[in-house]
């Protein structure tokens, strides 16, 4: 396949299937040397050694997660700024998981009572709209402490972190293909924002697993029903890179999501929606040319009555 829009394609995990080769052969992706993003590895980045015995192309890692320690260490002053930033953060996340929580037992709730209809669906609605606008809000004030974080930066005189942007949007330059790793996606959205490589992302052809296929969405949708201290409510981290729109993505969804409970299914559409969310299990895939599904295997995305049903391309 070619096309002119850049090429997307989203695999689930890795293991226990691997099918980065096979799924590379049929994207219609040229081969050619490919940039590594692996931050999400953290200390383990670069060891893809793996992934080079997969594929024939020459592959590149960019480091980025290396560089910005380095940076660390040569400059307090942004060092100290980002760990405030990285403060802020959580404690805006935990102020909006706590508000989350109860704003979720009501949904449930809600969703679970009987009683006349139009009353019913009246407050389904707005207890499901009442979801939606803390989103927003968490999003909008997750967003603000980004661009103070930015302007204290820009403020100063921090032309090494200046530099090394710039050679890494210089390297870039070269590779018509990005490939992305799975990992902490925390990190890894960090990483892509310290160095403005999520504005260098979009006339890429992108390959990306778990993690690094959540960041390229508007939004990234944390979640985990299956922890083992009990259930968790889906949160919104914070934009991802916006190279999909309207799309939730779900890796592991498997070990992940309680998929039977029609209950929690369904609030999780409806909350998201008008976004499709779609599940990415281990060996399953989704092609994208641009925004335009092309072609999908194993993958499935949420309805509004809790169940799923295959993703079928446009």
């Not at 590379?24 to 992706?29: D, H, W």
Request: with cysteine; aromatic share 4%; proline share 4%.
């Amino acid at each position: 396949m070619t096309g002119k829009e850049p090429l997307r394609l989203l695999l689930g995990p890795q293991r226990p299937t691997v099918n980065l080769d096979r799924a590379l052969a049929r994207s219609g992706i040229a081969e050619g040397p490919i940039a590594v993003v692996s931050a999400a590895w953290q200390e383990a980045e670069g060891d893809i050694d793996d992934v080079r015995r997969l594929l024939k192309s020459p592959l590149t890692d960019l480091g980025i997660y290396r560089k910005a320690n380095e940076l660390f260490d040569a400059n307090k002053p942004l060092h100290d700024a980002y760990r405030l930033r990285q403060e802020s953060l959580k404690e805006q996340q935990r102020l909006y998981r706590m508000r989350l929580r109860q704003l979720m037992i009501a949904a449930r709730a809600t969703l679970r009572t009987e009683g006349e209809t139009t009353v019913i669906a009246a407050e389904r609605r707005h207890a499901i709209s009442q979801l939606r606008a803390l989103d927003r809000h968490h999003l909008r004030q997750v967003g603000k402490i980004h661009g103070r974080f930015e302007s204290a930066v820009n403020g100063d005189s921090n032309t090494h972190l200046d530099d090394v942007a710039a050679a890494l949007a210089e390297q870039l330059s070269h590779f018509e293909t990005v490939l992305i790793t799975g990992g902490n996606i925390v990190v890894l959205i960090n990483r892509l924002r310290l160095f403005g490589l999520h504005r260098l992302l979009r006339e890429k052809n992108i390959i990306a697993w778990s993690a690094g296929a959540m960041v390229l969405c508007d939004r990234i949708v944390l979640f985990h029903d299956k922890l083992p201290q009990g259930r968790r409510d889906a949160e919104i981290l914070s934009k991802g890179l916006g190279l999909l729109p309207r799309l939730v993505l779900l890796p592991n969804p498997t070990d992940r999501l309680r998929t039977r409970d029609l209950l929690r299914v369904s609030l999780f559409d409806r909350r998201f929606s008008p976004a499709i969310c779609m599940t990415l299990d281990s060996g399953s895939f989704l092609l994208f040319e641009g925004e335009t599904l092309r072609e999908s295997a194993a993958a499935k995305r949420m309805t509004r009555n809790g169940t799923f049903k295959p993703v079928r391309p446009a």
